[in-house]
């Protein structure tokens, strides 16, 4: 008889059906085991599931259990994701610094709850007005915008004014990959938000982002959340497109060369 802890479980688009899709079955995995690969390859830069599922084999042997992944450490991941005869390839590591190994092993090791995260502070409508509300899609501990739209494992929500910034909330986007349609889940969930900062987001899921009335903006690589927040107060403080000022209720005459299309900074 299988036990409920020995079952895969996977739901199309979820981190345990990315390891079954590329494995051609759940590998004997737990659903918790599978649950912390597929997450730990998405912090991974290049990293599919598959092949950050074989480098464990190859480490820690099969089959796969909870208690092999608390083994796991940063150096074995290093040296196995460096090339395949396990030689360090150094142009292929510069795409994966140091704190992407530490985020990927504290999420096998099942680690991967909020003890590490930014607290945020106390908000009520009003605090800051003429506010605007900002998420940023994170893979990191840190206050860092790291994440895709599509698999961020959290979102920071912000509540930026001109001359002040909150992080008001730290929102999981796990729960989003158990439905049917994840985007339109992820856009959900920050329906409250105005603006989305991401590294990267398909057109599709831009699409229904956009419907939720909220404006993505992708940036050309990681950045640090307090440094994209301060460029952003940059623009709430001079003279804001028409989107943004829409978004602060401002209302100003357009000009010529108004653009209502989002940015990509």
């Excluded at 008889?1 to 079954?20: E, F, L």
Aim: with cysteine; glycine share 8%.
């Amino acid at each position: 008889m299988t036990t409920a802890a020995a079952t895969s479980i996977s739901v199309p688009g979820s981190p345990q059906a990315a390891i079954a899709g590329q494995t051609g079955g759940p590998a004997g995995l737990s659903r918790e085991a599978a649950l912390r690969v597929g997450l730990a390859a998405r912090v991974l830069p290049d990293v599919s599931p598959r092949q950050l599922l074989e480098l464990l084999i190859d480490k820690l042997g099969a089959p796969l259990t909870e208690e092999k992944l608390a083994h796991v450490t940063v150096t074995q991941l290093k040296t196995g994701l460096g090339s395949p005869d396990g030689e360090e390839d150094t142009e292929h590591l510069a795409s994966i610094a140091i704190p992407h190994y530490k985020e990927a092993v504290r999420i096998l090791w099942g680690e991967a709850d909020d003890s590490g995260l930014p607290t945020p502070v106390p908000y009520s409508e009003g605090d800051l007005p003429g506010s605007v509300r900002v998420a940023v899609a994170a893979n990191s501990s840190g206050e860092r915008v790291d994440g895709h739209f599509g698999s961020c494992l959290r979102f920071l929500v912000y509540q930026v004014a001109k001359d002040q910034a909150r992080l008001i909330a730290v929102r999981s986007a796990l729960d989003a990959d158990e439905t049917d349609d994840r985007n339109a889940a992820r856009a959900e969930l920050i329906k409250d938000c105005q603006v989305l900062y991401v590294v990267s987001i398909g057109g599709p899921a831009a699409a229904k982002v956009i419907r939720a009335g909220i404006y993505p903006i992708k940036l050309p690589e990681e950045a640090d959340a307090a440094e994209v927040i301060a460029k952003f107060q940059a623009m709430l403080q001079g003279n804001p497109p028409p989107w943004l000022a829409k978004a602060m209720g401002i209302t100003r005459q357009r000009l010529p060369f108004d653009s209502d299309e989002p940015l990509e900074d």
